[in-house]
């Protein structure tokens, strides 16, 4: 603005000087202005970004290979205006007594000095510092025999943003700073403006960045820890000036400072925005909207898989199968569900897919159709030929059965629909890769350690050795001649046992017979443990329960994959997920799947109001589906206040907060059923002194009776007045332990005695016991407790 209207005033100037008598003093006042712009610009321009890369010995040669391709996906556009960033390289350790780092570094300073690069001129400064780790801090210790600990990132991280905060490193002084680790990679030009601007844009932040945008965790993402799932990774933007910067660094130190690194930096953050689910504005500043990077690690990364994102951190890019030289077509096993089965030909129809030629086994009659696939959507037109085939044998030897004459061959059937978009991972020696189930993950579930005992026998047949891992039909290419081989082999060995709990051939016995032939070497096999790429399909639906006495396939491995079939991941498209909006789904156009996206913030805003003497829960729905609300209080809390609140849609409620006693705090925990998943929230309330209240009225008290101070001191009520009439405590609380001679496994737990102190004219006492959720719910009632004695309760 100000650089605006200096603007103005030197065009003023000018006017002025060309009609002056005497024109030097006016020349003098332009040059002033003129300069004062220039220093204006030239603050805009200097950089408030810093970009970091860390790296430690183990990446000292990748730091140098790395920046070829900055070559090729130059960082800016050299026209823009866009400001210019620091560079930092900052080395785990101790720059001065590493000769290999140090080497390295001073060639990529000494080219960045002499321009020799066409990235350089992407940079305001260049600057080599180092985290001063020692060998003994320095680890990341990923090996899963191993113990996990990830002290060196944890610590070098905390030093980067000290060091930043503080201004202790050359370059002055930065707002914010982009964290750029070796396995994050450039995939389209200008990727440092989009981050500069994006993030702009996206102010205020925390931080900024993305969480993680792979399908690796769909299988189990349920089992993993909330604060794993939605983490943002560490390679994102970070605000120094964000008002909570110093609060979750503080955080991380702390915890740092015990030791405790089996947890990263980037996942403790996410905890500590998790912990406190009140603070909305610390959550609304988390956030992992960013498009300029995307989160793929330990992914296959086809380059169509690409979205808007021009940055990718972790996995291994490979290529697609090239469909002008190769030819692939689909097996679906129908079971005569005719919706299932219209969602997957309508996904072959409308969505991009390598395959053009589909057989459909049904139990019902046989036809044929040919489909003109467009160009817009498939790059090439072209045609599908489904055929439906009546099946005469069972199910699960139809892609055995199959009349297929492409060279090579995938299964599905109508659980599943075919995959949007559906590529292919080729290797780059020009082979179909396998992604396989580790065989660590394999024993944990009885249908996969059922499959690949049934393949050892098979292999033993053949002489062959029982491959590594569990293949799952869904990222299997088979090769078709090969295939007719295999299945006839099989049928010549197969027992045919009473119950079998594998029925059929499978991925497994495939590879077991490739294996005897010395035929492996078509493919390129990768471990899921290293790296995962999407199938060719997308499980929609859990199989009935296998009743057979033999089955593996039981309700426990049934409820579990029940589970993880959310509501966003059994969409199988585009717009199905992004009307799903307020499930929190949002598509993954490189995955071709719907997820649920970070839902940190609740579809209900839940607060803690005072009113006088009196606080307050106001629960106001932000969505229009209703939201049910579990209202649980600590023991302080009248336990009446337990109950179940529904929102209806963009709906609010008041509760008001009772006390028991006063000069205390209770919580409220605050359970919230949304749409697709629950939050939790605790919400913390203090009674003050001045706001002591009496015991709530009832027809059994003689204190609340009295209407006096006279009649309510009478000794004979033990009554209290204080503006009104309310009775002391009559009776006395003490945990006494159980007598270890009695047997009871459990002496070490006291037992609650409580004794009255009545007498015969107050009558009987009411008690009203309120237990935490850690002790037995029964113990929750009222007691009659008599004047003089007592009761005992375990």
């Not at 300069?35 to 321009?45: E, K, P, S, Y």
């Not at 060719?536 to 009743?547: E, F, G």
């Not at 009248?638 to 008041?654: A, D, F, H, P, R």
């Not at 159980?738 to 409580?754: A, E, H, R, T, V």
Request: charged share 20%.
């Amino acid at each position: 603005f100000f650089s605006c209207a200096v603007y103005f005033c030197k065009l003023g100037i000018i006017t002025m000087y060309v009609s002056s008598p005497r024109p030097k003093g006016f020349l003098r006042l332009f040059v002033w202005l003129a300069v004062v712009q220039f220093a204006i610009a030239q603050t805009d321009a200097d950089s408030k970004v810093a970009l970091v890369r860390p790296f430690a010995p183990s990446d000292i040669y990748q730091l140098a290979a790395s920046f070829d391709r900055w070559n090729t996906y130059l960082p800016c556009d050299t026209g823009s205006s866009t400001a210019r960033p620091d560079l930092y390289l900052c080395f785990s350790r101790d720059l001065n007594t590493d000769a290999a780092a140090k080497n390295v570094v001073h060639s990529i300073l000494q080219q960045y000095r002499n321009d020799t690069e066409p990235w350089h001129s992407c940079f305001n400064n260049l600057f080599a510092v180092s985290a001063g780790l020692t060998p003994s801090e320095d680890q990341y210790v990923t090996n899963t025999t191993l113990a996990y600990t990830a002290i060196g990132p944890n610590l070098q991280f905390l030093r980067i943003a000290r060091n930043l905060a503080d201004q202790t490193w050359e370059g002055g002084s930065h707002d914010r700073f982009m964290l750029m680790e070796m396995d994050t990679r450039p995939v389209k030009k200008g990727w440092l403006d989009a981050m500069i601007l994006e993030s702009k844009a996206n102010e205020p932040f925390t931080i900024f960045g993305s969480n993680y945008r792979g399908h690796r965790w769909d299988a189990f993402w349920l089992r993993m820890p909330e604060a794993l799932r939605y983490h943002i990774n560490g390679n994102a933007m970070y605000n120094l000036a964000d008002p909570y910067f110093e609060d979750w660094y503080a955080n991380l130190s702390s915890i740092f400072a015990d030791g405790r690194h089996e947890v990263a930096y980037d996942v403790r953050i996410s905890e500590y925005v998790l912990e406190d689910r009140i603070n909305l504005d610390l959550f609304r500043r988390y956030k992992n909207t960013a498009k300029f990077i995307a989160n793929y690690v330990h992914m296959s990364i086809v380059p169509g898989f690409h979205g808007d994102e021009y940055m990718i951190h972790g996995g291994q890019l490979v290529n697609e199968m090239p469909t002008d030289t190769e030819t692939i077509s689909l097996v679906v096993s129908d079971f005569d569900n005719p919706d299932d089965l219209k969602k997957i030909v309508d996904a072959l129809k409308e969505g991009y897919h390598p395959f053009r030629e589909v057989f459909i086994y049904t139990p019902n009659n046989e036809t044929s159709e040919t489909i003109a696939l467009s160009a817009d959507v498939h790059g090439v037109a072209d045609n599908m030929t489904i055929k439906y085939i009546k099946r005469t044998e069972a199910a699960h030897f139809d892609w055995c059965n199959a009349p297929v004459t492409t060279k090579w061959m995938a299964h599905t059937n109508v659980y599943f629909t075919v995959r949007q978009p559906t590529r292919i991972p080729w290797s780059l020696a020009g082979k179909p890769i396998l992604h396989y189930t580790g065989d660590n993950y394999c024993s944990q579930f009885g249908v996969c350690r059922a499959s690949k005992l049934r393949t050892a026998l098979f292999a033993s047949s053949l002489g062959a050795d029982v491959l590594e891992g569990h293949y799952r039909m869904s990222d299997m290419v088979f090769h078709t001649a090969r295939t007719k081989e295999f299945c006839t082999a099989w049928r010549a060995w197969y027992p045919d046992p009473a119950c079998d709990p594998i029925q059929g051939p499978t991925p497994d016995d495939y590879l077991a017979y490739l294996s005897s032939q010395q035929l492996l070497d078509m493919y390129e096999r990768i471990n899921k443990d290293r790296f995962d790429a999407p199938g060719h399909d997308l499980q929609r639906i859990a199989p009935a329960v296998d009743t057979r006495s033999c089955s593996e396939y039981t309700k426990k491995e049934r409820d579990e994959l029940v589970a993880n079939l959310t509501t966003c991941v059994v969409i199988g498209t585009q717009a199905e997920c992004e009307a799903a909006s307020e499930a929190h789904c949002v598509w993954r156009s490189a995955m071709g799947s719907c997820y649920e996206f970070m839902a940190i913030e609740p579809p209900v805003v839940v607060e803690l109001i005072r009113n006088g003497c009196d606080s307050q829960i106001k629960m106001s729905s932000v969505i229009t589906t209703p939201i049910t609300m579990q209202i649980v209080p600590s023991q302080e809390l009248v336990q009446s206040l337990s109950q179940l609140v529904v929102l209806q849609g963009l709906e609010s409620k008041t509760l008001t907060l009772t006390f028991l006693d006063a000069n205390i705090q209770g919580e409220v925990r605050v359970w919230i059923q949304g749409p697709a998943k629950r939050w939790e929230k605790t919400l913390r309330a203090t009674l003050p002194p001045s706001c002591l209240i009496s015991s709530p009225p009832s027809s059994g008290n003689p204190c609340s009776q009295q209407d006096n101070q006279a009649d309510c001191e009478q000794a004979t009520l033990s009554c209290t007045w204080n503006g009104t009439c309310f009775g002391t405590v009559p009776f006395d609380l003490e945990l006494v332990p159980m007598d270890p001679c009695s047997g009871s496994p459990d002496f070490n737990i006291p037992d609650l005695k409580i004794t009255s102190g009545a007498t015969v004219q107050m009558g009987p006492t009411s008690l009203r016991l309120l237990v935490s959720k850690e002790l037995n719910a029964a113990m929750e009632q009222t007691y009659v407790l008599q004047p003089g004695g007592s009761i005992t309760i375990s």
